[in-house]
C-alpha cells in the first residue's frame, strides 16, 4: 500500500467509526489490521481486548501503535492481550509487548494454543475477526453490538480462564484440589 | 426551387388520382410500422432484460405483457377500419380527380387539387402518429421495466451479500464458540500460566516458559 492509500483507509475507517457505520469491512494484509486497530483502539472508551497470535510487529508494530495503546490504557480503557505464543521474540512487536505486559495486561493460557479465530474486540461495539487463516483476510466492523457482545464474551470467558490458569500455576495447593 | 402547382393542375389530379389508388399501400404502411414494434413478450425479455432476466417477476412479464397486447389490437383495429372506411375515402378521392378531369374543372381550380392528396397524406400521418406513439409506449414499458428490475437486483445483491455476511459471521462465531467450549470444558493443566515479561518476584513458584524482553 501506497502512503496515499494508508491514509483514504484510515480516513474511511476513522469515518465509519465515527459516524457508527454497521458496514462490514472485509480486508487483508497487515496494512490493513494495522490502521483499523489503531483507530479502533483511539475510539475505544471501556475494554479493548485482543486475541491473537503473538502480538506480531507486522500489525503491533506501527510507529504510533505503542503510543496509542498507551493513551488508551491511561484514559482508563481495560487493555488485555489474551497471546498464544509469548516466547516467540522474533515476529513479536517489543514496544507494544512491553506496554501491555508492563501493565500486566498479557494473558496466555497453552489451551489456547491451537483456537481459532484471532479477534479483537472494542466497547461491545467493534471488532475485528479473522475469517480465514489460509488469505489472511478479516472482516471489521464498527458497530455491530451482537457479533462483538459475543466476541466480548468469549474474550472475558478466555480471560477469567487464563486468569484461573495464573491462579493455579503460582498455587500448587489449590491446582492438586482442583 | 417552387413547384407551380396551378400551371399543371392536371398532372397534380393524375398524380393524386394515381396516390389515390395506392391508398391501401399507404395503409398497409401503418401496419408495417405497428408490426415493427415487437410485441413478443418472450424475445423483449430476451433483447433488453438479458441480465437482469432472473430478476424479472411475474408483474413485469405482466406490464409489458399488457402494452404489447394493447399494440396487437391496435393492429387489428387498424386492419378493420381498412376494409370499409379508407377504401371509400380513396374511392371517392380518385372518382372526384376522374370527374375534374373529365369536365374541364382540373383546369380552374388549378393549385387546388392537390387537396385530392389528403387522404394520401392523413393516411400516412396517421400511420407516422400511431406507430410512433405506440412504439414510444412500449420503449418507456420496457425502460422503467428495465429501471425496476434494476433497482430490485441491486437491492437484492446488497441483501444476499449482507445475509451471506450475518451468515458467515455467524459461522466464525459458533466455531470459535464450540473450540473455546471444548478447551475450557477440557481438564486443565498446571502449567497454563499468565506470562508478562515481568518474572515472578516470589522463589519456588514456577517459571514461566515466556524469555525475559530484551528491553528493560
Known amino acids: 500500500m501506497t502512503d496515499e492509500e494508508k491514509n483514504a483507509y484510515r480516513y474511511m475507517i476513522k469515518l465509519l467509526i465515527e459516524i457508527g457505520s454497521q458496514t462490514r469491512i472485509d480486508n487483508d494484509g ?12 483511539r475510539a475505544a472508551k471501556r475494554t479493548a481486548y485482543v486475541f491473537c497470535g503473538c ?10 501503535m505503542a503510543k496509542i495503546v498507551t493513551e488508551a490504557i491511561d484514559r482508563g480503557v481495560d ?7 509469548p516466547d516467540d521474540l522474533e515476529l513479536r512487536a517489543q514496544a507494544v509487548y512491553d506496554v501491555v505486559g508492563n501493565a500486566g495486561r498479557i494473558l496466555h493460557s497453552e489451551a489456547f494454543a491451537n483456537l481459532k479465530p484471532h479477534f479483537s474486540v472494542f466497547d461491545e461495539k467493534m471488532y475485528r475477526i479473522e475469517k480465514s487463516d489460509a488469505n489472511k483476510t478479516a472482516r471489521a466492523c464498527a458497530n455491530d453490538t451482537d457479533t462483538s457482545k459475543r466476541l466480548h464474551d468469549y474474550a472475558l470467558r478466555m480471560i477469567e480462564f487464563a486468569g484461573q490458569e495464573k491462579s493455579r500455576a503460582e498455587d500448587p495447593k489449590d491446582c492438586a484440589e482442583a | 426551387m417552387t413547384v407551380n402547382f396551378s400551371a399543371c393542375s392536371k398532372e397534380v389530379v393524375c398524380v393524386s388520382i394515381g396516390a389515390n389508388l395506392l391508398l391501401p399501400i399507404a395503409h398497409r404502411f401503418t401496419r408495417c410500422l ?5 410485441t413478443d413478450v418472450e424475445r423483449i425479455i430476451k433483447s433488453h432484460l438479458n441480465k437482469d432476466i432472473g430478476f424479472c417477476t411475474d408483474a413485469d412479464l405482466q406490464v409489458i405483457g399488457t402494452c404489447a397486447e394493447l399494440i396487437k389490437a391496435e393492429n387489428i383495429d387498424c386492419a378493420k377500419k381498412a376494409g370499409l372506411g379508407w377504401r371509400v375515402f380513396d374511392v371517392a378521392g380518385a372518382t372526384v380527380g376522374v370527374l375534374f378531369l373529365w369536365t374541364g374543372l382540373a383546369s380552374e381550380i388549378g393549385g387546388y387539387s392537390i387537396l385530392l392528396f389528403l387522404p394520401v397524406l392523413s393516411v400516412s400521418a396517421v400511420a407516422v402518429f400511431r406507430s410512433l406513439r405506440w412504439y414510444s409506449r412500449m420503449r418507456l414499458t420496457i425502460w422503467c421495466v428495465k429501471w425496476f428490475v434494476h433497482i430490485r437486483r441491486r437491492f437484492t445483491d446488497r441483501l444476499t451479500k449482507e445475509m451471506r455476511e450475518v451468515e458467515d459471521n455467524e459461522n466464525i462465531l459458533n466455531t470459535l464458540g464450540a473450540n473455546l467450549d471444548s478447551v475450557i470444558s477440557a481438564k486443565p493443566t498446571a502449567h497454563m500460566h499468565r506470562t508478562s515479561p515481568s518474572p515472578p518476584s516470589v522463589p519456588g513458584r514456577p517459571v514461566p516458559s515466556m524469555p525475559q524482553s530484551p528491553t528493560p
Not at chain 1, 487493555?79 to 505464543?85: D, G, L, S, T, W
Open chain 1, 30 to 41: 497487515p496494512d490493513h489490521a494495522r490502521i483499523i486497530l489503531e483507530e479502533m483502539f
Open chain 1, 55 to 64: 502480538v506480531s510487529a507486522a500489525v503491533w508494530g506501527g510507529e504510533d
Open chain 1, 79 to 85: 487493555v488485555k492481550f489474551i497471546v498464544q505464543r
Open chain 2, 34 to 38: 405497428l408490426d415493427a414494434i415487437e
